[in-house]
């Protein structure tokens, strides 16, 4: 059977249940709303412009923290792992701030910053910097040795060796580290929005639970889910696919 035929059905499966929760009365109708009463406020705030300017305002929050903190990632993971003090010395932290929940940050960020956008993607570029860093690292310091003294017995050395050896070496792992950036990155997001006072799908999610609308609030965090799942398979899961094939680490 074809995957997306399986796909299918497993929705029309969730869809069956739900509506049968629904029907059975086993909950209160303003606790769990039926299928059809999300699916129609969906189209309302599709059709009203509200999801739309909130999706468009979260895309912004995360295309700017994202890309800051793919940057700011990648030098932290180059100096961590060309430089042996500085990873015996930060490179613990980084895995200890890594760790820590991205919605851990938005008081911080809140004191420092108030109720802004900036705040919002503040707590963006550190939810995807460390892990974005983490990855850096590990693929400057999992570069074939065998690659490091061929190039070395060619007189290559310092700045040569690093652009020309060790950063194409380290591409699949940089890929992927921008993945799990993204990943990372867009959790932050929905954390940030949620406890701020500007437009966004997170903002969006804590009005609708402020007024009760407990179908406001299963549709979008259906979105959020969904965009989740369909930019990582079309875009990023591709993309990682694709390297992986062209550095001849998976078959093809």
Known sequence: ????????????????????????????????????????????GFVGGDLLRALAASFKHLLIGLSLSIVIGTLLGVILGKSKQADETAGMYLIALQSIPSIVWVPLAILLFGFTETAVIFVVVVGGTFVMALNVRSAIHNVPPQFVRAARTMDTKGLQLFYRVEVPASVPYFIQGVRLAWAFSWRALMAGEFLSNGPGLG???????????????????????????VVDMLVFSKLETNVMKRWGLLKT
């Not at 049968?20 to 969906?42: C, E, H, K, Q, R």
């Not at 007024?211 to 799942?229: P, T």
């Open 1 to 44: 059977m074809n995957i997306a035929i399986k796909r299918l059905l497993f929705i029309i499966v969730l869809l069956g249940i739900w509506q049968g929760i629904y029907v059975a009365g086993l909950y209160p109708n303003y606790i769990v709303p039926s299928p059809v009463t999300v699916g129609t406020t969906l189209v309302e």
């Open 203 to 229: 903002y969006s999610l804590s009005f609708a639970q402020d007024y009760a609308r407990m179908d406001q609030v299963i549709g979008i965090i259906i979105i959020i889910g969904v965009i989740g799942a």
